[in-house]
């Protein structure tokens, strides 16, 4: 996919193009070329094929975790310790040790 200036089609024109579009998406898969509606010169939105879509998903979920996280971070904070986390929780120290043992059995740990 060639990263130039993109036409961006008008609404009525991708009504009357989209079967075509979707042949293409079909025909091509995620190498299809995006296809950008707007007007005005101007892109409100961008149709691209599933399959693109289904490969760049985990990619958008990844940014979209490291801006919550960057928000997080602004924030003020005041650290705890585990024990204090646990009972802040409501957790039950014979509960986590439980869980933790399962999980290393689960995976085949030996602690």
Not at 25 to 34: Q, T
């Amino acid at each position: 996919m060639a990263l130039v200036t993109p036409h961006i089609m008008g609404t009525a024109e991708t009504r009357k193009k989209l079967p075509a579009i979707l042949d293409e998406f079909r025909k091509h898969g995620a190498e299809a070329e995006p296809v950008y509606i707007g007007s005005y010169r101007h892109a409100d939105a961008l149709l691209i094929p599933a399959a693109l879509a289904a490969k760049i998903a985990p990619l958008l979920e990844d940014v979209m975790i490291a801006e919550r996280a960057k928000a997080r971070l602004a924030e003020s904070f005041t650290p705890v310790s585990g024990d204090e986390l646990v009972a802040r929780l409501g957790l039950d120290e014979a509960d986590i040790s439980a869980e933790t043992a399962a999980l290393l059995a689960e995976l085949n740990i030996t602690a």
